[in-house]
């Protein structure tokens, strides 16, 4: 059973940048298409970037030009940049697969943004 664990996150104004990290156990990380998702409260749980196991990468709208996805394969491990955060980034973020049968959720990391 992959295990996800989540870090990286903080407390920012408007404007600054925070780096999130996402370290998978287990075997299967490199060959997963991974993401990461967020969760406003009082909102549903959205995937925002994603990164393929060739190293293509997808964003949503709300994040594309601001944040950066990318993963080292040799770490079993996944990266978020953020840059330019704004008050709408304020939630918790978490990683996961994007493809195929969902691993079991972390505990994510909290990201807020203050204006």
């Known amino acids: 059973q992959v295990q996800l664990v989540e870090s990286g996150g903080g407390s920012v104004q408007a404007g600054g940048s925070l780096r999130l990290s996402c370290v998978a156990s287990?075997?299967?990380?490199?060959?997963?298409?991974m993401g990461w998702y967020r969760q406003a409260p009082g909102k549903q749980r959205e995937l925002v970037a994603g990164v393929f196991p060739s190293g293509i990468t997808q964003y949503d709208a709300s994040v594309k030009g601001r944040f950066t996805i990318s993963r080292d394969n040799a770490k079993n491990t996944m990266y978020l940049q953020m840059n330019n955060l704004k008050p709408d980034d304020t939630a918790v973020y978490y990683c996961n697969r994007i493809a195929g049968k969902i691993f079991s959720w972390g505990q994510g990391t909290q990201v807020t943004v203050s204006s």
């Open positions: 287990g075997s299967t990380f490199s060959t997963s298409s």
